[in-house]
């Protein structure tokens, strides 16, 4: 059994950013349930601005649980969408 699809099994999508969040502050954020391996905001290349969403990869499970498992998340005034990114079945 192959262990290579694991970390992004720690991966969740955050949608509905505000444009003053990047990286760190993303990361900050969720550091709060664990250790965040990687955060990233997706920008827009040519205009360089926030496309308000990005993505935060957690190194441990239980970190990943907590921050998925949470109601609502509230980040610069405004409700965030966090959803588990690259769900596939488990074979």
């Known amino acids: 059994m192959s ?7 720690y ?11 990047g ?7 969720f550091s709060k349930y664990g250790h965040v391996a990687n955060a990233e905001v997706v920008f827009d290349r040519q205009l360089g601005l926030s496309k308000h969403y990005g993505f935060v990869v957690f190194s441990q499970r239980d970190a990943f649980n907590s921050a998925s498992n949470q109601n609502t998340h509230f980040l610069d005034g405004r409700v965030l969408t966090v959803q588990r990114a690259n769900e596939s079945p488990q074979s």
């Open 3 to 9: 262990s290579g699809f694991v970390r992004s099994s």
């Open 11 to 21: 991966k969740l999508f955050v949608g509905n950013l505000p444009w003053t969040i």
């Open 23 to 29: 990286s760190k502050e993303l990361q900050t954020y």
